[in-house]
């Protein structure tokens, strides 16, 4: 929002953490990946191109004719704009993802985001999603967790409960203690934000190691249940697969896992 003129503030911007409005925010083209630096130049009538997000209005960052990167705010019933929508998702099915399409879309400059120049504005923007990603990923552990906890104290095995057997114990007890952390460290970093002490490098971490975490309790809670854990009655294997989502957008494990050994070598000395 700090991003946005006045004019533009009063007139979309406060609805977005009211949840009365909705937005997205577009920072991958189908050729670049998100390699923002390498866009091609791009004026503001915009020339044939397609991404890959949900929901809208869209928050469009691209390269200018001066080369420098804005954001431009393109609402839906924009000449030239299509989000067709994407079909056969197997993960975040409660949600719609569509395609951007522009063509010839003429953006009025009252939608040119005037305190967003570079790159500065779509990391930004990452860096605020990764750290909820953060607390939204262990949300998911957490109930898969409890589903398994459950499932275990109920299902009988040779007369006596699954959560009797040392093997189960020890699962819970390793799932338990990566969320205890990873809550912990989540509640840390929200406390170095508020200090404007965290660093983009914390969050990136964070977000790889809460989001890979999640990703093996889901599957080893999966594994808990048998042949009931790909049943959706038990929505197990529904947060499974939505985690496999959730620890590639925003940057997948392997993206930021060459982003912390970055910093342990800069750190280390071993960069210049």
């Known amino acids: ?40 130049p ?3 009538i915009t020339r044939p191109a397609g991404a890959t997000l949900s929901m809208g209005p869209k928050l469009v960052w691209a390269r200018c004719e001066d080369n420098c990167i804005r954001g431009f705010l393109l609402e ?13 998702k197997f993960s975040l099915r409660a949600s719609a993802t569509g395609m951007i399409i522009m063509d010839g879309v003429e953006v009025p400059e009252e939608n040119v985001l005037p305190n967003a120049s570079g790159l500065a504005g ?19 552990a957490e109930f898969c967790f409890h589903t398994a906890r459950q499932y275990s104290l109920d299902r009988m095995q040779f007369g006596v409960p699954l959560a009797r057997n040392q093997l189960i114990q020890k ?15 989540c509640l840390q970093l929200g406390r170095l934000k508020d200090q404007d002490k965290v660093t983009p490098e914390m969050v990136s971490l964070l977000k790889r190691n809460n989001c890979g975490k999640a990703l093996d309790i ?27 989502s959730v620890n590639t957008y925003e940057g997948g494990g392997w993206v930021l896992q060459g982003m912390g050994m970055v910093t342990v070598a800069s750190l280390s000395g071993e960069v210049g």
Not at 32 to 38: E, I, K, N, Q, S
Not at 226 to 242: C, K, L, P, Q, T
């Open 218 to 244: 889901a599957r080893q809670a999966r594994d808990m249940l048998g042949g009931n854990g790909i049943s959706d009655e038990y929505h197990v294997i529904r947060h499974a697969m939505n985690l496999e």
């Open 76 to 88: 839906k019933g924009m000449r030239g704009l299509s989000a067709p929508k994407i079909e056969g």
């Open 122 to 140: 779509p990391f930004g923007c990452l860096n605020n999603a990764r750290y909820g990603i953060c607390w939204g990923a262990l949300g998911a």
């Open 171 to 185: 699962k819970l007890a390793d799932m338990l203690t990566e969320i205890t952390l990873g809550l912990h460290s």
């Open 1 to 40: 929002m700090h991003m946005a003129a006045r004019s533009r503030s009063r007139s979309t911007c406060p609805g977005w953490p009211k949840g009365s409005s909705w937005a997205a925010l577009g920072s991958q083209s189908p050729t670049m990946g998100v390699t923002l630096a390498a866009w091609r």
């Open 42 to 44: 791009e004026p503001v």
